[in-house]
């Protein structure tokens, strides 16, 4: 069984990944800089500590006038940090009671000097500095190895006394310098990343609130309880899906509102047939005569097929009472009209009736074919069956604005001005008595109508008879 993906799993899991790996970039591109800046800053120290040393080593050849042995200067600097013991104050500093002394930090065991003359000779170093010349006399900035260590040099050329100073330092104590520094810099960094995730976590959680009510007030919806969903806790994301879940609910709600008044209707409608049916067949045998089973058995047939009209008027309702969405095509509604009436012409000549149609221009109209042929069908036939032997139904087709009007005109006896306002509810009939009809076909009429955004009216002519008409958009409203 494929598993399902949750949304707050993987809003969390993506967005603490996210941040997590944004933050440790940022964290890293952070701790480079710092480094960056913290080897200038050293290289700027170690430049200046050139400017200052090459001074007080021109006033001490000038003072001294003699070069001391093996050119060491100062050889008290070396001596004073290895016998001197960590102050009181230093020893209470973290991890650096090794470091610090009342003369000054071991790391200056790690700097030296050289001071060479026009042609490379060595007049001049610090206690730690080797004898021989370190770097080849270009100026500026330079890396060397020398004693299983790099360092950073800085050499610089006197103009006045034509000597060449050599400033240098270990690297490793630099980058260690530099990366204690830097990772001091990022440090609160990592300290607020632990507080950042999980306030992140209680916002991802928090903010799905809505969606579990959501869910909470779909679980206890069922058929019996379709009322619209009322969220304790409103979001701006959430309102669109729940109104268009409370607009499914209602439609479902009409839906079965619709279906469990068409059952109760039916089931009332078909007794009726069946009941007649049954007071027929026991006619026929009791029939003493063939001429009474005859008759029993015409009336028979006669209520065989009211009961076949009814049921497929029945499904028909059903099937486009359910009838959501339409896949509209361009259609001409003179054709289509020519072929309803076609298909009805044997019904007006049987009953001796003029059935015609009048159309001034192809119009085009976007429409279900089927369902339109059933609605002028549904119409044309009611005419044809409540207009007496020699009447007229008349078909008129139009353009009216941006809408094709068509006009179905009989010249039967009309319908009384009180049943007019009822003429669209499901099984009624004006007139029980007359025709044939189950009371469905006006019902089907109005629904097809409304399914194709069309107006409908219905009403008595001055001169006699009943007239209905529809409007139909069109495809292409000028």
């Known amino acids: 069984m494929k598993r399902l993906r949750s949304i707050r799993r993987f809003l969390l899991s993506g967005v603490l990944t996210l941040v997590s790996l944004s933050l440790t970039l940022s964290a890293f591109i952070g701790y480079l800089e710092a480094s960056h800046e913290m080897e200038e800053l050293?290289?700027?120290?170690?430049?200046?500590?050139?400017?200052?040393?090459?001074?007080?080593?021109?006033?001490?050849?000038?003072?001294?006038?003699?070069?001391?042995?093996?050119?060491?200067?100062?050889?008290?600097?070396?001596?004073?940090?290895?016998?001197?013991?960590?102050?009181?104050?230093?020893?209470?500093?973290?991890?650096?009671?090794?470091e610090i002394t009342p003369y000054g930090h071991t790391f200056e065991h790690n700097l030296y000097f050289q001071l060479l003359n026009q042609q490379g000779n060595l007049l001049l170093r610090s206690p730690n500095a080797p004898a021989q010349p370190l770097v080849t006399l270009t100026r500026g900035f330079d890396n060397v190895d020398q004693a299983h260590h790099q360092w950073r040099t800085f050499t610089l050329y006197n103009e006045e006394e034509q000597t060449w100073l050599v400033v240098a330092e270990r690297d490793d104590e630099r980058d260690e310098l530099a990366s204690k520094m830097a990772t001091l810099t990022m440090l609160p960094l990592f300290i607020t990343l632990p507080f950042l995730l999980a306030l992140l976590w209680w916002l991802i959680t928090r903010g799905l609130t809505p969606l579990r009510q959501l869910v909470q007030a779909i679980s206890e919806r069922h058929p019996a309880n379709l009322s619209s969903l009322n969220l304790k806790v409103s979001a701006q994301e959430l309102t669109p899906l729940t109104n268009e879940i409370n607009r499914l609910m209602q439609a479902l709600a009409e839906t079965l509102e619709r279906e469990k008044q068409f059952t109760n209707e039916a089931a009332h409608e078909l007794r009726t047939p069946l009941a007649v049916l049954r007071i027929h067949s026991e006619n026929a045998l009791d029939a003493q005569d063939d001429e009474s089973r005859r008759q029993s058995l015409h009336k028979m047939l006669l209520a065989l097929d009211r009961s076949d009209r009814l049921i497929r008027q029945l499904l028909t309702q059903a099937?486009?009472?359910?009838?959501?969405?339409?896949?509209?095509?361009?259609?001409?509604?003179?054709?289509?009209?020519?072929?309803?009436?076609?298909?009805?012409?044997?019904?007006?000549?049987?009953?001796?009736?003029?059935?015609?149609?009048?159309?001034?221009?192809?119009?085009?109209?976007?429409?279900?074919?089927?369902?339109?042929?059933?609605?002028?069908?549904?119409?044309?036939?009611?005419?044809?069956?409540?207009?007496?032997?020699?009447?007229?139904?008349?078909?008129?087709?139009?353009?009216?604005?941006?809408?094709?009007?068509?006009?179905?005109?009989?010249?039967?006896?009309?319908?009384?001005?009180?049943?007019?306002?009822?003429?669209?509810?499901?099984?009624?009939?004006?007139?029980?008595?007359?025709?044939?009809?189950?009371?469905?076909?006006?019902?089907?009429?109005?629904?097809?109508?409304?399914?194709?955004?069309?107006?409908?009216?219905?009403?008595?002519l001055p001169q006699g008879g009943l007239e209905v008409s529809i409007w139909l958009p069109l495809a292409y409203p000028k």
């Open 42 to 98: 050293f290289d700027a120290r170690l430049a200046q500590s050139a400017r200052v040393t090459n001074q007080l080593l021109a006033r001490y050849l000038a003072q001294q006038g003699e070069l001391p042995e093996n050119g060491t200067v100062y050889q008290e600097w070396a001596a004073q940090p290895d016998t001197a013991q960590p102050t009181p104050n230093a020893a209470a500093r973290s991890g650096e009671e090794d």
């Open 319 to 460: 099937r486009i009472d359910n009838q959501q969405g339409l896949v509209l095509n361009e259609l001409e509604v003179g054709h289509l009209l020519q072929g309803t009436l076609a298909t009805l012409a044997p019904i007006a000549l049987k009953k001796d009736q003029q059935l015609s149609l009048e159309s001034s221009s192809p119009l085009l109209i976007m429409g279900e074919m089927t369902l339109l042929d059933l609605l002028f069908s549904n119409l044309i036939d009611n005419a044809l069956r409540y207009t007496p032997v020699g009447g007229d139904i008349a078909v008129n087709l139009q353009q009216e604005g941006n809408r094709a009007r068509i006009d179905v005109r009989d010249n039967g006896p009309g319908i009384p001005t009180t049943a007019l306002p009822r003429l669209f509810e499901r099984f009624y009939r004006v007139n029980p008595q007359q025709g044939d009809g189950v009371g469905l076909g006006m019902a089907i009429v109005a629904r097809i109508a409304q399914l194709h955004n069309a107006d409908l009216d219905v009403h008595n």
